[in-house]
């Protein structure tokens, strides 16, 4: 995930797209600004992947501000009218970036079950 957000971060610096929608960030600093929250975000997201369940919340936090910032910037331009497409870009980062995000941060490695070695010896299902 941490990749994936450094990876966005660059291609904002290095092919800036439209700002449609975003006017809500950029009216405060310009693109490639915002784009080093993504950088940033994403090198803090990839470190803290490393550490043990439980002790990498900041990682999931730290994951989840661009795109919380993104979604409402979007959502705010649908609302006033400046992007009409943005209450639905804003549903769509509330839910494939933030909601996945929220549910990973309280996932346990492994799905939640503790694989029993017995169980997998005896060949029963876990």
Request: glycine share 14%; charged share 10%; with cysteine.
């Amino acid at each position: 995930m941490g990749i994936g957000k450094i990876c966005f971060g660059a291609s904002l610096i290095f092919e800036p797209p439209l700002a449609t929608g975003l006017r809500t960030l950029t009216q405060f600093y310009p693109l490639h600004c915002w784009a080093w929250v993504w950088i940033l975000a994403g090198a803090a997201t990839f470190i803290c992947a490393w550490l043990k369940f439980g002790q990498d919340g900041w990682g999931f936090v730290a994951a989840s501000v661009p795109p919380t910032l993104w979604a409402f910037a979007y959502g705010w331009a649908g609302l006033l009218g400046d992007y009409p497409r943005g209450l639905w870009v804003f549903a769509w980062y509330i839910n494939s970036h933030c909601g996945i995000i929220w549910w990973a941060s309280r996932t346990p490695p492994g799905g939640g079950h503790i694989l029993d070695h017995r169980e997998v010896a005896e060949g029963r299902p876990g």
